[in-house]
């Protein structure tokens, strides 16, 4: 059966950080295209983005084998992302969302969502910097700011912003919410399991009300980076 999806727009930091700052700059995104403009949603998976761009031309594809539990029936166009067929320049902006570490040959992926971008188009990309293995076998990569510019540029983007999603205190919420799972393993340290849960889950909320999304600090750890491209 397939997993259900759940409506974005209710997920906050506290439940899902990670997925709270991607979801959140694919609304912000949206609000910036113009209607009746075209946008291509490449590794589009369950299509959980497609409300956001109801003003929008909206166009989905996916290679359809990252998840065997999602409900792939509303993608309208099966593919590699390193072969669409689609004629060149055809979409006035792309997003990709936490896709392009699930593929094996990014810079041809790059190359292609370019192709099919229209000159002066955007391209709207996140991409994990710290994240667990998931879609096994499908999990090929982690990125970081400079092998990104490097990619994009080489691919004719040229990067118009790049922000953090989830800063320092994030990531080490993330860490520190793992950590009794981890001690509790150890069967003599088991009498502290709930005084250790109680303070864990404390810390991790104030971590998470804490976190600043790293501003100022250019190179400090995050979850994903949430990229703005234009095509050159």
């Known amino acids: 059966m397939a997993a259900k ?9 506290f439940e899902n950080p990670e997925r709270y700052y991607v979801a959140d700059f694919v609304r912000r995104s949206a609000k910036k295209i113009s209607a ?16 956001y761009f109801d003003h929008c031309k909206y166009t989905s594809t996916d290679y359809c084998v990252g998840d065997g539990e999602w409900d792939y029936s509303k993608i309208d166009i099966v593919c590699k992302l390193s072969e669409i067929p689609i ?9 990709c969302t936490q896709t392009l570490e699930h593929v094996p040959n990014p810079d041809d992926v790059l190359k292609e969502l370019s192709r099919v971008t229209k000159k002066g188009g955007k391209l709207f990309l996140t991409v994990p910097l710290f ?7 499908y999990d090929f990569y982690r990125y970081t700011q400079y092998g990104l510019k490097y990619l994009l540029e080489k691919n ?7 922000e953090n999603g989830g ?3 994030l990531v080490s919420a993330h860490f520190l919410k793992h950590m009794p799972a981890l001690i509790f393993k ?3 340290l088991f009498f502290i399991k709930w005084p250790m849960l109680v303070l864990t889950n404390l810390l991790y909320k104030l971590f998470i009300l804490l976190d600043d999304n790293n501003v100022g600090r250019k190179n400090a ?4 980076y949430l990229v703005t491209a234009v095509k050159k």
């Open 5 to 13: 999806v759940k409506n974005l727009d209710q997920i906050g930091k």
């Open 36 to 51: 009746g403009s075209s946008i291509l949603d490449a590794g589009a998976g369950e299509c959980v983005y497609k409300k």
């Open 87 to 95: 004629a060149d320049e055809s979409f006035d902006n792309v997003l």
């Open 131 to 137: 994240h667990a293995e998931h879609q096994i076998p």
């Open 156 to 162: 004719s983007f040229e990067i118009e912003k790049i």
């Open 167 to 169: 800063g320092y205190l």
């Open 186 to 188: 150890n069967k003599y």
């Open 221 to 224: 750890p995050t979850f994903n």
